[in-house]
């Protein structure tokens, strides 16, 4: 398995990274626990939990099927936002990021946390508060390096100005919503974090199975997120499957599958470390981690793909 740096500052981690959301919900420990090892054995090292998944559960499944191997582990985690209904008063956000890494750190059983991500924005505190809180954590040794997830171009810029003007740590990677049929965030979004010299941690490669190519329009396995979840069942769009089948095409065409082209697509992107991908089991795990391996998409392939 390939790694990359995330950033210029952040940690090593593998080119495919496990998402461990569906810990504790769509599967039980004893699951998690084999698509870790998998995913161990074949080299991955990212794994990208958070406290609210599973209100902490993910973090104790994940830390129980670490156990003696977490050295070989690169942990990801996220502290919750402030309850919405809490008015904000200063200090509340420093306080709930204090308290979330110890709940973070007795959960996953471990002394430090590789990267340790601001889940939102807070839509009320300065973003001066939370770095502050964060460099607290750093030097006390409970986080090696911060990141943030679902921030805007704008929210970027203005932590990296603050970071840089208190000499606080600087948010080392941004992880976003990114894959072929979702590119919402590539006009504002990506091109500040890479000014930034940050990583860009895609998530939802395969925007909830649709770039697999195992779903076809009206017929979708029984059981599947697109027959259960609204959300899901609006991307099964006419216009997607046409899509769809169109980078189907274009990846056989070279001797690839759509698969393939989801993850090596994202990894041919400029600032892009990790991508990270859920798995409920082994073998999930093996296809993704080879399908991030096997097709390193030339120029010529970028300038030839399908337009949506």
């Given at each position: 398995?390939?790694?990359?740096?995330?950033?210029?500052?952040?940690?090593?981690?593998?080119?495919?990274?496990?998402?461990?959301?569906?810990?504790?919900?769509?599967?039980?420990?004893?699951?998690?626990?084999?698509?870790?090892?998998?995913?161990?054995?074949?080299?991955?090292?990212?794994?990208?939990?958070?406290?609210?998944?599973?209100?902490?559960?993910?973090?104790?499944?994940?830390?129980?099927?670490?156990?003696?191997?977490?050295?070989?582990?690169?942990?990801?985690?996220?502290?919750?936002?402030?309850?919405?209904?809490?008015?904000?008063?200063?200090?509340?956000?420093?306080?709930?990021?204090?308290?979330?890494?110890?709940?973070?750190l007795e959960r996953l059983g471990t002394d430090h946390i590789d990267l340790y991500y601001q889940h939102r924005p807070d839509p009320e505190a300065p973003?001066?508060?939370?770095?502050?809180?964060?460099?607290?954590?750093?030097?006390?040794?409970?986080?090696?390096?911060?990141?943030?997830?679902?921030?805007?171009?704008?929210?970027?810029?203005?932590?990296?100005?603050?970071?840089?003007?208190?000499?606080?740590?600087?948010?080392?990677?941004?992880?976003?919503?990114?894959?072929?049929?979702?590119?919402?965030?590539?006009?504002?979004?990506?091109?500040?974090?890479?000014?930034?010299?940050?990583?860009?941690?895609?998530?939802?490669?395969?925007?909830?199975?649709?770039?697999?190519?195992?779903?076809?329009?009206?017929?979708?396995?029984?059981?599947?997120?697109?027959?259960?979840?609204?959300?899901?069942a609006d991307l099964a769009t006419e216009d997607n499957f046409t899509y769809i089948e169109a980078l189907r095409l274009f990846a056989e065409e070279r001797?690839?599958?759509?698969?393939?082209?989801?993850?090596?697509?994202?990894?041919?992107?400029?600032?892009?470390?990790?991508?990270?991908?859920?798995?409920?089991?082994?073998?999930?795990?093996?296809?993704?981690?080879?399908?991030?391996?096997?097709?390193?998409?030339?120029?010529?392939?970028?300038?030839?793909?399908?337009?949506?």
């Amino acid at each position: 398995m390939q790694t990359r740096r995330l950033g210029t500052a952040g940690p090593e981690v593998s080119t495919v990274g496990i998402g461990c959301n569906n810990f504790g919900s769509r599967i039980d420990g004893a699951r998690a626990a084999e698509v870790v090892r998998a995913a161990l054995e074949i080299g991955i090292t990212h794994f990208d939990t958070a406290e609210s998944y599973g209100a902490g559960e993910s973090e104790r499944i994940l830390g129980k099927a670490l156990a003696s191997r977490r050295d070989e582990a690169v942990i990801a985690t996220k502290f919750a936002p402030r309850p919405a209904g809490e008015p904000y008063r200063p200090g509340a956000l420093r306080r709930r990021i204090l308290e979330g890494c110890d709940g973070s750190l007795e959960r996953l059983g471990t002394d430090h946390i590789d990267l340790y991500y601001q889940h939102r924005p807070d839509p009320e505190a300065p973003v001066e508060e939370a770095l502050e809180a964060l460099a607290e954590l750093v030097v006390a040794g409970k986080v090696a390096h911060i990141a943030c997830s679902n921030f805007s171009a704008t929210q970027i810029e203005e932590a990296a100005r603050v970071a840089a003007g208190r000499g606080f740590p600087a948010f080392t990677a941004s992880q976003i919503h990114w894959n072929l049929l979702f590119r919402d965030e590539e006009d504002a979004h990506i091109p500040a974090v890479r000014r930034q010299g940050m990583g860009i941690v895609p998530y939802f490669p395969l925007e909830s199975g649709l770039l697999t190519g195992k779903y076809r329009p009206d017929d979708y396995p029984a059981g599947s997120r697109l027959t259960k979840a609204p959300h899901f069942a609006d991307l099964a769009t006419e216009d997607n499957f046409t899509y769809i089948e169109a980078l189907r095409l274009f990846a056989e065409e070279r001797g690839h599958s759509l698969l393939d082209l989801a993850f090596g697509w994202l990894l041919a992107q400029r600032g892009v470390g990790s991508v990270i991908a859920g798995a409920t089991s082994a073998q999930q795990v093996v296809q993704n981690a080879q399908a991030g391996q096997v097709w390193a998409l030339s120029e010529a392939d970028l300038n030839d793909l399908p337009r949506k």
